[in-house]
């Protein structure tokens, strides 16, 4: 055996107040040391290595058995909760048993059948796979041969390898279903009251009230919601109260399918037919499911290594893909979608350095998938319109969307009901450096409101291309021709040939009357041209357009939409100009406005100052003319406060002038704030004619199994976050979300079939509060209530000096709480640093497996120890 030191001649150092991985530890004699041994011992290599405790203390005796540490073991066996990596990719975070292994002595996770078949593993292909107890744990190694493993103790990560041959054929950034998590059973309310309350030059006042509840229940995969709503308007004339229920829907996944079931009230999806609500039963593709390297449209890359080649895909200069493959054909499959266009450079570095590029053009339309990826719908049902005018027919819909190689994209549906039969049939294709388009004809059988008989086509066409050199970005162009008899599903609905409504304003119809709804079946449509384009102009200016124009059979009224304008930074000023017309087919006159607006951070003048109020604040300035003489100027100052920035405020004041209407001047005030419980506004504006006052509050109630907690408004998929004992601590990036006095806190929004990484600020933890691990990793289903766990320990925090027979308790001696199972290990001089300790209770201290290598501790602490870190008691152990 090779000792670096002999107990005749020790080597004294400096002892180490942190006890960690010896091989990060730096002695500077041990270079000598080992000098000095390999010359003493030729068959060196053949020893085994020994730590001398004579590093650590004069008196071997006065430090613990570190033997299970010699072979570079941090920590010891045990259970701990991890994030695990497969093959360098993210795969789930979760409690992970760990053995010691009998030829390295190093931890290696002992894991099951079951476990890898999770993790993506082909377990059928390993070897004697039915020799293998199914619901035993074993080491990783011996169970598949050539599999590495590594326990990073520091970012509590475990990296497993497994070669290729014993895994599935699966996409980069795939989570397994079977760690998503459908949540927890609970019922949740949100809530929104907006008000207003005015007064006219004349001083007659009136009011409006208005609320939105969401409500719902979750249980299991199962997802109830609810939309209801009341409003209460009052004024001189009348006054009238109304509730009115918007929607009622149940909904689960499909996980199997990658699809979603739907009953209720929803809509249909708009890709081949126009959207339009529903009340029945829809099964369609839930594209969220899929890894984001399978979502959307990417083209498939083809290449050739002629040796061990590095090949690396960039997109508009960004690097968005890199790996290494073997010697031959080479297929990409997993690229992800970034954008609607932009061409792939394509580089292959071989082994001996020689290179290969090539240039694979992209574009997408909506419409493309990828090679071998198929989304469709079906839909049951009754149509649902808001709208008195309309009849609620039932009709059945289906659509389909395959992805072929080479770009090819086939795609088709069909819509059938009593008075409507509509058949359509298109191709998608990606045309390289001509971009994307993608070609789709309907059929379609109507009867209208007077039983008169219609049929007709409608053909319609979808480009998208981005000319990288050039800076241009045609995202969508869009035309559609329609034949005089075609009319849509939405045409057939309808009670009668032509009708309107009218506007009003707190129930009363204005002076001058305005039509909303307008229609008339006579006036179909026949031509729709769409384009949206954008510039880019040097580094920090574009220059957009979008429009559209529509016409109609029988009348030479149209539709149009035009806005054209153009952003710009200048010395960290942002300028914009811009330019909007719009037109409807019942409208005279054309509305237009040409605007400008300028905002001035304050923070260009501040970067020095980074404590003021008004570091972030900015200045703003707006301008617009309608184009025929009415002028509107505003300016003003608007901001967050708070070292949170949860209160933000906006004071603006203007002058409105000429063209049609009286000249006014006009101002706006405006506080929003963010909270824990909730969110609230309030407002204040006036005119020459009105002032008016406006208020609101939003937020949402969660009911669970362990109480109720309040919180901001909730999004479809939100994260609780239970920390018991916990109160008053600041959640990690999120905007006045802190956890209630109990500990909780609702996390108001999360991203589907993703991993969530959930963190408390442990700045903010009170001083007898403290955390094992202040991050937890989700991954939710849509719409679900995930519960993201954190153990506190509530308790005293001190620094104790351990004592035994006069000598302090040996170094790495490990000691904990007699009622629980963490524990912390002692430093220099018997110290040591416990958390979440009760007032009084016992500790235990073990450095060594034989009954003298261990002591306990009664201790009783003084009160006030609760409100500060005690860093001078002494205890004896027995």
């Not at 895909?313 to 690097?319: C, F, H, R």
């Not at 008169?452 to 291309?465: A, E, M, P, V």
């Not at 003021?612 to 002028?631: E, F, M, P, Q």
């Not at 199972?821 to 002692?826: A, E, K, L, Q, Y």
């Amino acid at each position: 055996m090779l000792h670096l030191a002999s107990e005749k001649e020790p080597l004294i150092l400096r002892k180490k107040t942190f006890f960690g991985n010896q091989s990060e530890r730096r002695f500077p004699l041990i270079p000598l040391a080992f000098f000095i041994g390999v010359c003493l011992y030729p068959n060196w290599a053949t020893a085994e290595l020994y730590f001398n405790p004579r590093f650590l203390a004069d008196d071997p005796s006065a430090v613990a058995d570190l033997s299970a540490f010699e072979q570079g073991q941090e920590v010891p066996e045990g259970t701990y909760r991890v994030d695990v990596y497969l093959n360098d990719g993210y795969l789930s975070t979760r409690d992970v048993r760990f053995t010691t292994n009998k030829n390295s002595k190093e931890l290696s996770p002992c894991l099951t059948l079951s476990d890898l078949a999770k993790m993506g593993v082909k377990t059928l292909a390993i070897p004697d796979v039915e020799k293998i107890p199914k619901d035993t744990c074993q080491p990783l190694q011996t169970l598949i041969t050539d599999s590495t493993s590594k326990f990073d103790v520091g970012l509590q990560r475990l990296y497993i390898t497994v070669p290729q041959v014993y895994m599935n054929d699966r996409a980069r950034d795939f989570i397994a279903p079977e760690y998503w998590d459908s949540g927890i059973t609970a019922g949740i309310l949100n809530y929104s009251l907006t008000g207003s309350r005015a007064r006219n030059q004349n001083g007659k006042h009136s009011s409006y009230t208005y609320l939105n509840l969401q409500s719902g229940l979750n249980l299991g995969p199962w997802r109830l919601r609810d939309n209801s709503t009341w409003s209460h308007s009052s004024g001189s004339a009348n006054s009238e109260t109304r509730w009115e229920h918007i929607n009622t829907y149940l909904e689960r996944g499909i996980n199997e399918l990658r699809s979603r079931l739907t009953v209720g009230d929803s809509y249909t999806a708009s890709d081949i037919f126009d959207s339009f609500n529903f009340r029945g039963i829809q099964l369609a593709s839930d594209d969220n499911m899929l890894p984001e390297s399978e979502k959307g449209f990417a083209p498939v890359i083809r290449g050739v290594a002629r040796g061990t080649a590095d090949v690396s895909i960039k997109q508009n200069g960004y690097e968005i893909y890199r790996n290494t493959f073997p010697p031959g054909p080479f297929v990409i499959n997993d690229l992800y979608a970034a954008g609607n266009s932009g061409d792939l450079q394509v580089t292959i570095t071989e082994a001996d350095g020689s290179i290969q590029s090539f240039t694979v053009p992209y574009s997408s339309v909506p419409l493309l998938q990828r090679e071998g990826h198929t989304k469709y719908a079906v839909t049951v049902g009754d149509y649902r319109s808001g709208n008195g005018q309309q009849e609620k027919p039932s009709f059945i819909q289906s659509t389909i969307m395959h992805g072929l190689s080479y770009g090819w994209t086939l795609y088709g549906g069909t819509q059938l009901a009593n008075r409507y039969q509509s058949f359509n049939a298109g191709i998608g294709k990606n045309i390289g450096v001509f971009g994307a388009l993608s070609v789709d004809i309907t059929q379609a059988n109507a009867k209208l409101p007077d039983d008169s008989t219609h049929q007709g086509q409608s053909i319609r066409f979808l480009y998208n291309k981005s000319l990288n050199e050039t800076g241009t970005i045609i995202q969508l162009a869009g035309y559609r021709y329609s034949t005089k008899g075609y009319y849509s599903f939405a045409d057939t609905t309808y009670k009668r040939m032509d009708g309107y409504n009218l506007a009003t304003q707190d129930g009363v119809i204005q002076v001058t009357p305005k039509f909303t709804d307008y229609y008339n079946l006579t006036y179909n449509k026949r031509e729709k041209i769409q384009l949206s384009l954008t510039q880019q102009l040097g580094e920090q200016s574009t220059l957009y357009v979008t429009g559209s124009h529509e016409t109609y059979w029988n009348t030479n009224k149209s539709d149009k939409q035009l806005q054209v304008g153009i952003n710009t930074l200048i010395e960290g000023i942002n300028w914009g100009l811009s330019y909007s017309l719009s037109k409807n087919s019942w409208q005279d006159a054309n509305d237009q406005m040409l605007a400008l607006n300028v905002n001035i951070p304050f923070s260009n003048w501040m970067r020095s100052d980074s404590q003021s109020i008004w570091r972030n604040a900015s200045a703003s300035y707006n301008a617009s003319h309608d184009l025929k003489g009415r002028v509107t100027n505003t300016a003003g100052i608007y901001g967050t406060l708070l070292d949170d920035n949860n209160l933000s405020y906006s004071v603006q004041t203007g002058y409105a002038g000429g063209g049609q209407g009286n000249s006014s001047a006009t101002g706006y005030t405006s506080l929003n704030y963010r909270g824990t419980y909730g969110n609230a506004n309030v407002g204040y504006s006036y005119t020459n004619d009105l002032r008016q006052m406006y208020y609101g509050l939003s937020g949402g109630i969660l009911a669970h199994a362990n109480g109720v907690t309040l919180s901001q408004p909730m999004n479809e998929t939100v994260v609780l976050i239970k920390a018991p004992g916990a109160g008053n601590v600041k959640v990690e990036n999120q905007t006045g979300v802190t956890t209630d006095w109990r500990g909780y806190a609702v996390l108001p929004y999360a991203s589907d079939y993703r991993e969530n990484r959930v963190a408390l600020d442990t700045n903010t933890l009170a001083n007898n509060v403290d955390l094992e691990d202040p991050v937890v990793s989700v991954i939710p289903t849509r719409g679900a209530i995930v519960r993201a766990d954190f153990h506190p320990k509530v308790g005293v925090k001190v620094l104790m000096t351990l004592m035994r027979n006069g000598k302090p308790v040996p170094f790495g001696a490990v000691v904990t709480l007699k009622s629980n199972n963490g524990g912390s290990i002692v430093a220099d001089d018997g110290q040591v640093y416990l958390t979440g300790l009760p007032l009084s209770g016992q500790l235990i201290a073990r450095w060594g497996d034989s009954p003298d290598a261990q002591c306990q501790v009664s201790y009783t602490l003084p009160e006030q120890s609760q409100q500060e870190i005690l860093s001078k008691y002494r205890a004896e152990c027995l």
